[in-house]
């Protein structure tokens, strides 16, 4: 082999290594170890929550997206730590509301409508209700709209009027789409709620009241 | 004796191949690569002279955020014939952005002909310092230019400061750049030479020459009579303004200039200065472009001013995303947002936004790691990102902005002073 033959094929096992390296690198971006991005007292407090969680049956995917989301926003060490513990806690709640046959994701969604101020007493009403039907998309859909300004107790009296009457996924999730279309246009986002729901086809035979907790407000039907 | 040929062959092509995954995830990380072609008819008007013809300026520029190398060059027909009137080469390095400030190294050359007897070929080189903070951006620089085959006789000093700042969908920018140079005035020709410095620095009580007039017929290419000729210094200061807006199938840019400077160095038709553009987007890759308006002359460069007009189409192509301007972006900027099943646990998230030059996503699918979206357009932006069914969190940011809950999706507060939305994907 001449020398030049050798330098290209060192240059090309260089490069080749490089290459590598690099594509590992950036055809993976999920760290090996994504907690290191904390400082080293955030992330022991961040774990010490994680341990309770698997100690409690509680999924630890939403504690540990919660520290990552909080250092990619640059929060500091103290408040991703107090938003950690929120969650753990409002998973928590959660399942006792939901019960322990919530999945994953009901729980997840649960937690986030808890943090906006919907009671367990209104999860449990839901979960009460809900037999074989996943109540992810109306509590996603129950939390946005109390971001969004509807009154905590219109829009959980009326979540649960639809999910009584039957509405499914697809029901919540346009309602949804027309409530934040009515609020960007300037109406007013628990009039624009009420309005929306009105508009929601019956599915079905109501489903049985709950047989204890808050009764539901009730809305006009058309 | 033949040389074995294989391994080197074989181990390039097996280099090759493993580069080029990575060549193409770190240009979906950092760079862009955008081309363009314009053609239509252009009309230029410069002193006596008006030109008419059929133009094509293509252009390729290619940036990551360490360096930028663009080239173009427009070709005009004219009697049957292609003649080539401008071409030119560019590049930038940028070092990292420290604290918001950026140092940039630029350098270029290009040539331009505005007829068979004015032509004018320069090179460039500079540096500046470029401060950028979400809408707005400072910069102070300076360079030097050498013109070859023109008025100046020496290197042109330049010197310049620009701020620019971004509302909404609409961008200022204002500059201020000073040139100063020597070149050889005749004043009994009533024309500037070019060549030897041996002609001598021209008397202070000397009588003052006319305005150089740059008209082809007035600019000598051989030195005047060495008793009429001097070499004269000169500085003009140019004060430019731009506004560019763009709303959803519109762009529209505003720019106008005012010169400053020693009325031998600056002709009546250059102290004032002002041209518009307007590009309708047909689609994504096609506009039609209209633009017109004038320009000043280059002392430097022995380039009269002109007016021109110009009507055409534009195809534009960014085949990779383009790269990063740290500029806030209002949400109300995203006219869709959509996320579609793409394959098992795959979703295609296609967004539009217009104007904006990146736009990132990050949430729990990426451990919050944040990704940039494809350009596959002018507003339409792509990716491909893993993600099972579920409920997932995810932000969207643009320009490098705050991040936000994409539009079009459910949201909540996310505990961190901002909103995340949720999706959930369904089976």
Known sequence: MTGISRLGLAAASVLTLAAVAGAQDSSRPRDTDPLSRLDQQSRYAVEMLLDSARLAGLPTNPLESKALEGVSKRASGRLIVMRVRETYRTLKEARTALGSTATQDELAAGAGALRVGITQAELSQLARTRKDKQLTVPLVVLSDLVTRGVPRDTASSTIFQLWQRGAADDDFLGLWRGVERDIVSGTDPGVALLNRAREVPSRGPPAAAPASGRPPETSERP | ?427
């Not at chain 2, 509302?167 to 030897?196: E, Q, R, Y």
């Not at chain 2, 006319?210 to 082809?216: E, I, K, L």
């Not at chain 2, 979703?347 to 699918?365: K, L, Y």
Request: hydrophobic share 45%; net charge positive; charged share 20%.
């Open chain 2, 1 to 427: 004796m033949n040389r074995p040929k294989l391994p080197a062959t074989a181990a390039f092509a097996v280099t090759l191949a493993l580069l080029l995954p990575e060549q193409r995830a770190e240009a979906q990380n950092a760079s862009e690569l955008e081309t363009r072609l314009e053609a239509g008819g252009a009309l230029v008007s410069h002193a006596a002279t008006a030109l008419g013809a059929l133009a094509v300026a293509p252009s390729i520029r290619y940036a990551t955020r360490r360096f930028a190398v663009k080239a173009s060059g427009s070709a005009w027909r004219l009697d049957d014939s292609w003649s080539l009137r401008d071409a030119g080469g560019a590049v930038e390095v940028y070092s990292p952005l420290v604290y918001g400030l950026r140092a940039e190294m630029l350098a270029s050359a290009n040539r331009t002909a505005f007829d068979a007897a004015l032509q004018s070929d320069q090179v460039d080189a500079g540096g500046r310092i470029h401060y950028m903070h979400q809408r707005l951006g400072v910069w102070l620089g300076s360079g030097v230019s050498r013109p070859l085959r023109v008025a100046a006789v020496s290197n042109v000093n330049i010197s310049s400061g620009g701020v620019w700042s971004r509302f909404g969908a609409t961008t200022v920018k204002g500059t201020v750049t000073s040139f100063f140079f020597t070149k050889v005035v005749d004043t009994l020709n009533n024309g500037t030479t070019n060549g030897a410095t041996s002609v001598p620095v021209c008397a202070a009580d000397r009588p003052a020459a006319v305005p150089v007039d740059f008209s082809a017929s007035n600019v000598s290419h051989s030195l005047g009579s060495a008793s009429s000729a001097c070499r004269r210094e000169s500085r003009v200061t140019d004060f430019e303004g731009s506004v560019h807006w763009q709303h959803r199938l519109v762009e529209v840019t505003v720019a106008g200039g005012q010169r400053f400077g020693d009325r031998l160095d600056v002709t009546a038709d250059s102290r004032q200065w002002a041209s518009a553009r307007t590009a309708i987007w047909l689609t994504n890759q096609l506009a039609a472009v209209a633009a017109g308006g004038s320009e000043p002359a280059q002392p430097t460069r022995g380039l009269p001013a002109r007016k021109y007009g110009a009507l055409g189409l534009m195809l534009a192509y960014w085949p990779i995303p383009r790269g990063t301007v740290p500029v806030a972006t209002p949400a109300s900027l995203v006219k869709s947002f959509e996320l579609r099943p793409a394959g098992i646990a795959l979703q295609r998230i296609t967004a539009r936004i217009g104007g904006v030059e990146t736009v990132e996503i990050m949430g729990d699918f990426t451990d919050w790691a944040p990704i940039p979206l494809v350009r596959r357009g002018r507003d339409l932006w792509e990716l491909l990102v893993p993600m099972s069914t579920g409920v997932h969190q995810i932000n969207m940011r643009i320009d490098g902005g705050d991040w936000i809950a994409p539009p079009g999706v459910p949201a909540i507060r996310d505990g961190f002073n901002g909103e995340v939305g949720v999706l959930v994907i369904r089976p």
